[in-house]
């Protein structure tokens, strides 16, 4: 979240927590019977929505960050290799997705805290010294 959406939240925690101090002041148990009014429940309305608002606001701005991305792939899996969470690498026929940042021989279907298989092959890839595969 930017500076700005934080400083927005921080103002609309605050005027909730001002709302419900009120809410929660010393009243008597015949007045905490009565419902409440008209304009305290606009009130408490609005606050929710801002928050709301702006938290789907803050959501949607890390969501485009994320997709601006895109998929990381980094080729066929290196043992020497360390990989970052979210980088995408083919083994052993299948598409495995990297769950967080990976040490140096953590290998795709045996370091399963570390990798997500994503897609399988229906069978194995068979490469060809032609270069076709089949």
């Known amino acids: ?24 002041a010393a009243y008597s148990p015949e007045e905490l019977r009565r419902p409440l009014s008209t304009r305290c ?16 606001t803050a959501l949607s701005a890390r969501i485009e960050q994320l997709e601006a991305g895109g998929v990381r792939y980094a080729g066929t899996w290196q043992r020497a ?4 969470k979210g980088t995408v690498v083919t083994s052993g026929g299948g598409m495995w997705t990297a769950l967080r940042d990976t040490a140096e021989g953590e290998q795709p279907g045996k370091a399963l805290d570390a990798w997500q298989l994503s897609a399988k092959s229906p069978r194995p890839v068979v490469r060809m ?4 595969q089949e």
């Open 81 to 84: 290799m360390p990989y970052r």
């Open 129 to 132: 010294k032609t270069g076709r």
């Open 1 to 24: 979240m930017t500076d700005e959406h934080e400083e927005e939240l921080a103002l609309i925690a605050a005027r909730a927590a001002e709302i419900k101090a009120g809410l929660n």
């Open 41 to 56: 429940v606009h009130a408490l309305i609005a606050v929710t929505t801002a928050a709301t608002g702006a938290k789907l």
